[in-house]
């Protein structure tokens, strides 16, 4: 249809990537690309954090479950939730802030997943491929010691970025019809069914038949376990999601 949807329907998850490194003013522009997403009352509750230190590289990678492509990548980016800015504003109006609420969490997590968003589509507009790296949340009290990260701040994933060396086969995603609901919410398990056949395929090509797998036991796998649990108690004693 365009240029713009052409570019977001393309998108694939990059760990492989070229020693070729990543000029300032690129990662300037990807940055400003992500400060222009949408934000909520322009809190813009946001920080992200370049991490360039070869040690620290690989400490991160290891906490986010020795994914090595975090410590190889050119750009490694943390995108973190952060009030902390909110609340210097409050210091600088001689306020306080009502901190803790849940909302407050939303708030903080929409900003900074819809900036991050921002950031990859920039970094691929400009030729460049990358992946999200949830794996952060592993160690999550780690990662904010290591990268001196305040309470009233998380970490929420990291990005690694840099030139594609590989172009993996595209994952199939829902189709418009499971995901799009028309005036009311309503379920076909006929769709999923005939979706599971599709990443059926895929995997089976992806693995030389290797590996005969379906989306729903792929995702009931998951969500059938608890998810990493620690996560209450972190959000808690960083100032989140208490109230």
Not at 15 to 40: L, Q
Not at 105 to 118: H, P
Not at 134 to 161: D, Q
Request: net charge neutral.
């Amino acid at each position: 249809m365009n240029q713009i949807i052409d570019l977001l329907k393309n998108h694939r998850s990059i760990r492989k990537f070229t020693p070729e490194p990543i000029s300032n003013e690129k990662v300037h522009a990807i940055i400003e690309a992500a400060g222009s997403a949408a934000t909520s009352n322009m809190i813009q509750a946001y920080s992200v954090i370049r991490v360039l230190d070869k040690g620290n590289r690989k400490q991160l990678a290891k906490l986010a479950g020795s994914q090595t492509w975090v410590e190889q990548c050119p750009v490694f980016l943390v995108f973190c939730a952060d009030l902390k800015r909110a609340e210097n504003a409050c210091f600088f109006e001689n306020k306080e802030m009502a901190s803790g609420f849940t909302e407050q969490f939303l708030i903080a997590t929409v900003d900074v997943s819809l900036a991050a968003q921002n950031a990859m589509i920039a970094a691929e507009s400009l030729g460049l491929g990358g992946v999200f790296i949830g794996g952060i949340r592993n160690e999550p009290e780690k990662v904010c010691e290591l990268l001196n990260i305040p309470e009233h701040v998380f970490p929420i994933f990291g990005m690694c970025i840099g030139y594609p060396d590989e172009k993996p086969e595209q994952k199939p995603r829902l189709p418009v019809n499971v995901v799009l609901k028309e005036e009311y919410y309503q379920e076909s398990e006929s769709d999923l069914e005939r979706y599971n056949d599709i990443c059926n395929e895929y995997y089976k090509s992806r693995s030389n038949g290797s590996r005969d797998d379906t989306w729903t036991r792929q995702i009931s796998k998951m969500v059938s376990v608890p998810l990493r649990p620690h996560m209450k108690e972190f959000l808690n004693k960083r100032g989140f999601a208490v109230k």
